[in-house]
């Protein structure tokens, strides 16, 4: 469910999941989690790429243990792979780059805004299904999209859950550029590979005095949306309903299901 391949101080993960569009499950979160880890610890590793085997970057969390954790049967703490994900990208100290080659739903989009860089195949697309959903954003974009799209640009991601164009994405400043689909993974590592020839020192510290200003923020940010959402899942579930209307059931999330986007 994960290839993970170094290149020239490059550490390239990929989600590879392809029978369920590169959703996330349990199994997938601490996969993903250990390989940024681990490239954090690694002096050989000096930028990390993230990207998707096949058509699709990630339709986002897996409907079925979504429905699972609906219904209260999920195996407990199963939650905390979603934490570990984003706790692991949060504090990775190297440059952290995304070739998105495909549709991104759902955590799809909302962890670009952790990356550093972001490149994307003309073909991608972007949406945040939250709203049609009846659940909170997650992974501190309710802070980091006003900052990074702008207000209205988020609103309309968040509030209007619009589908978002390459172009768009890149225009919003959500992306560095677009590339030609088959072209977006060879020149993201490029471009990982030229950062990584600088001084990793120096590289690792003007990463940390960029971030630092808005650390804090994004972790108050990613508190208020996990008490949200535990305060609106229960209560939907208390009323025998669930977030299943997401882009995903019944065939929509990154055009053909698989997943959708709640943790």
Known sequence: MLDVQD????????????????????????AVTEAVATAAADDAVRAVVLTG???VF????????????????????????????????????????????GPAVGLGFTVLAHCDLVLVASSARFR??????????????????????????????????DWVSAEEAVAMGLALRACPDDRVLDETVALAQRIAAFPP???????????????????EAAAREERSFARLFAAMATKGGGATAAEGGGGTAAEGGGGDSVH
């Open 7 to 30: 290149d020239g101080g490059v550490r390239v993960v990929a989600f590879d999941r392809p029978e369920a569009r590169n959703a996330f499950n349990f199994a997938l979160y601490v």
């Open 53 to 55: 085997r096949g058509t």
């Open 58 to 101: 990630t339709a986002g969390q897996d409907l079925k243990e979504m429905a699972a954790i609906a219904a209260g049967t999920a195996p407990a703490g199963i939650a905390k792979g979603f934490q570990g994900l984003l706790a692991a990208v949060g504090e990775l100290d190297k440059p952290l780059l995304a070739a998105v080659n």
């Open 128 to 161: 945040a299904p939250f709203a049609e959903m009846g659940v909170p954003p997650e992974a501190s974009s309710s802070y980091l999209f006003p900052q990074l799209l702008g207000w209205q640009q988020a609103a309309r991601v968040l509030l209007a859950a």
């Open 201 to 219: 020192d120096g590289v690792r510290e003007i990463k940390r005095l960029m971030r630092a200003g808005r650390a804090e923020a994004v972790a």
